[in-house]
């Protein structure tokens, strides 16, 4: 079995890794579940119900893998960071988390019915990562891959990814189709495309962590974290209470089509 931390298997970008390697209690009670729309979606047009075998690929802390683990399905968590997993543990029931990343599932050949990537595919080497998941997919087997982003159609999320200076450092823009992607390996068949909305509220600590949570904004030096949260923080409380954070979440399934 390939491991994740300390393994020469390891490629993580760097941001990819640095970026979650702590703050892990952050994310967990910052970032947004799945929407149930969406999840219900992927599940219908994933074949997965009670029992499916699902690989979660870059679990987190078990976000999505515990939405669809309440329906039935039998999850495998891998995940690179130690401490995302620690938490996986503690908020997931019945699921393992595996340390290994995406260009080097610990996985066997043909091990599961579905892989699912939330909110991580950019960090994977596309190429390699795709090959990988269709050795682990029995034949016939799905793939889903989703986001969840900040509605920036929004003028206070508009305002928000200015102030936070996301729009200088996202890994991808809003609404990038990733279904191309999976298109060009031509490892899997015509990619189904959907899009869900919905708002998650929060409290101005909340708020601020959601920022905090940002990969790019943990690696930033203390000083000018912290002045970059106080603005956040300061736009924050102009917003209400409890603030509403608008969302649309991007989903991209696909079917194996080699054997
Ligand atoms: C934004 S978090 C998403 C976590 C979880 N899927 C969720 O929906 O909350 C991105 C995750 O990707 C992981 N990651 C980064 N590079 C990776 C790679 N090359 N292979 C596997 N996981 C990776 C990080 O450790 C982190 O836990």
Redesign the pocket.
């Known amino acids: 079995m390939a491991s994740g931390e300390d393994s020469p298997a390891?490629?993580?970008?760097p941001l990819?890794?640095v970026?979650?390697e702590s703050g892990?209690d952050i994310?967990e009670r910052a970032?947004p579940s799945?929407p149930p729309a969406a999840v219900a979606h992927l599940e219908a047009t994933c074949a997965i119900g009670p029992g499916t075998v699902v690989l979660?690929?870059?679990?987190?802390?078990?976000?999505?893998t515990r939405q669809l683990a309440a329906d039935g399905a039998v999850c495998i968590g891998?995940?690179?960071?130690a401490s995302?997993r620690e938490v996986f543990q503690r908020m997931v029931e019945g699921a393992v988390a595996i340390a290994?990343?995406?260009?080097a599932i610990p996985l066997a050949d043909r091990a599961v019915q579905a892989v699912v990537?939330?909110?991580?595919f950019h960090?994977?080497?596309p190429q390699v990562?795709l090959v990988e998941m269709a050795r682990v997919l029995v034949p016939g087997g799905w793939l889903a891959l989703l986001w969840?982003e900040r509605d920036e159609a929004d003028h206070s999320m508009a305002e928000l990814v200015r102030i936070s200076k996301w729009d200088h450092n996202q890994p991808y823009p809003m609404g990038h189709d990733f279904g191309v992607r999976i298109d060009e390996s031509g490892l899997f068949g015509p990619v189904e495309r959907s899009r869900f909305s919905f708002v998650q509220w929060l409290g101005l600590g909340e708020f601020v962590d959601q920022v905090a949570s940002r990969?790019y904004v943990r690696v930033l030096p203390e000083a000018e974290r912290q002045a970059l949260l106080e603005q956040v923080a300061t736009y924050g409380a102009t917003l209400g209470d409890p603030i509403p954070m608008p969302y649309v979440t991007d989903l991209f399934c696909a079917q194996l089509t080699t054997s």
Do not use: C, H
């Not at 891998?78 to 960071?81: F, K, R, T």
């Not at 290994?100 to 260009?103: I, P």
């Not at 990537?117 to 991580?120: E, F, N, S």
């Open positions: 390891d490629n993580r970008s990819g890794r970026g979650f892990s994310y970032r799945y979660d690929l870059a679990a987190g802390t078990g976000k999505l891998i995940e690179p960071s995302m290994g990343t995406a260009e990537v939330a909110q991580a960090w994977f080497d990562a969840n990969s």
